[in-house]
């Protein structure tokens, strides 16, 4: 099915730890974005792509890295995960900047302790 | 800088009574907005989207909204709730800010309960 695929679903990390939060699309889309999700905070942008190669910030960057080698793929990486960094992670992509919406994947719900 | 401001945290509304839900926004420029539905524990699902066509904007599953750039609204309506319809509600503004840098700003969330 076309869409956006995000792996895992859930993670639980311990405090300094690493790991990278997969977001893979089919729609051909140039445009992808993470966000994380907080209770009474809507969605937050963290990094965000406007192509292969091509990488910026959002509002909440700190603390995540990112990079963007092919089309389809936009993986999201927490160098030494925090409690703040527990939250409900979002990758979504779109055919265009404006005027589209966006296709969400499922998200990753990740605990850090 | 652009904002959304979504007037209700929550709303509660009897199965088959119209649906209301509040957004106000604020943008430099000629903005594109939208709504996303999210059910429990699932994605954010697009309902709607305004792109400067016509101000009375049709989604899915019998949702409205209309465009008043006089009062910068952009609320969200539908009929007749359905039980199924029991979801959070996101209004989302998207246009070029500072230049060619891209923003998409989401409201806070109305939480949308139907009660049988």
């Known amino acids: 099915n076309a869409g956006v695929t995000q792996t895992p679903k859930f993670q639980v990390l311990k405090t300094g730890q690493s790991m990278t939060l997969q977001c893979a699309q089919d729609m051909n889309h140039e445009y992808m974005s993470w966000y994380r999700q907080d209770p009474g905070m809507g969605l937050r942008l963290i990094h965000y792509?406007?192509?292969?190669?091509?990488?910026d910030q959002g509002e909440v960057p700190n603390g995540y890295n990112v990079s963007r080698s092919t089309t389809e793929d936009f993986p999201l990486r927490l160098l030494s995960a925090a409690p703040s960094q527990t939250s409900v992670y979002f990758c979504?992509?779109?055919?265009?900047?404006?005027?589209?919406?966006?296709?969400f994947g499922s998200g990753t719900r990740l605990t850090v302790v | 800088a652009q904002s959304v401001t979504q007037l209700d945290s929550h709303v509660s509304v009897s199965e088959g009574t119209p649906v209301l839900l509040r957004c106000n926004y604020s943008?430099?420029?000629?903005?594109?907005l939208f709504w996303y539905v999210q059910h429990p524990n699932k994605g954010l699902q697009l309902l709607l989207k305004?792109?400067?066509?016509?101000?009375l904007v049709k989604g899915i599953n019998g949702f409205e909204a209309e465009f008043k750039k006089s009062e910068t609204s952009f609320h969200l309506t539908k009929p007749s709730a359905h039980m199924s319809d029991a979801a959070e509600y996101f209004c989302v503004v998207s246009d070029i800010s500072g230049g060619s840098n891209y923003k998409l700003t989401f409201g806070k969330g109305t939480l949308l309960t139907v009660n049988p």
């Open positions: 943008s430099s420029y000629s903005p594109s």
């Open positions: 305004y792109t400067s066509a016509a101000t």
């Open positions: 792509s406007v192509g292969a190669g091509i990488t």
């Open positions: 979504a992509s779109s055919y265009a900047l404006i005027n589209y919406g966006y296709t």
